[in-house]
């Protein structure tokens, strides 16, 4: 089992930054790829951006590219999303997942369906 527990959600106003933080715990000696989805009120979830277990690897939706970043501090288990620019239509719940992977796997993963683990999602809320 994995448990994944994010913080960093808030209020923010258009044009302003926000970083969210997902810490994963319970399994040692694993190699998790990470992402972050986001479900908006009345919409589906929604992919946000991925990250490989090495950090070599990202990959954005088109609608966050350029004014979003992820990025991982292994030796803490942790990914981050660093959001700027933020827009009125970036409020959602923000949720992190993890996909167990191989050491030597590099991929980025966009589908809801290839991560295993949730963690219980951040509200962001950005204002006009």
């Known amino acids: 089992q994995v448990q994944l527990v994010e913080s960093g959600g808030g209020l923010a106003q258009a044009g302003g930054s926000l970083r969210l933080s997902c810490a994963a715990s319970?399994?040692?000696?694993?190699?998790?790829?990470m992402g972050w989805f986001r479900r908006a009120p009345g919409k589906e979830r929604e992919f946000v951006a991925a990250?490989?277990?090495?950090?070599?690897?990202?990959y954005y939706a088109d609608s966050v590219k350029g004014r979003f970043t992820i990025s991982r501090d292994n030796a803490k288990n942790t990914v981050y999303l660093q959001m700027n620019s933020l827009k009125p239509e970036d409020t959602a719940v923000y949720y992190c997942?993890?996909?167990?992977?191989?050491?030597?796997?590099?991929?980025?993963?966009?589908?809801?369906?290839?991560?295993?683990?949730w963690g219980q999602g951040t509200q962001v809320t950005v204002s006009s």
């Open positions: 990250i490989s277990w090495s950090g070599g690897n990202t």
């Open positions: 319970g399994r040692s000696r694993s190699a998790y790829a």
């Open positions: 997942a993890v996909n167990v992977v191989n050491f030597s796997d590099n991929y980025v993963y966009t589908a809801p369906r290839e991560y295993t683990y």
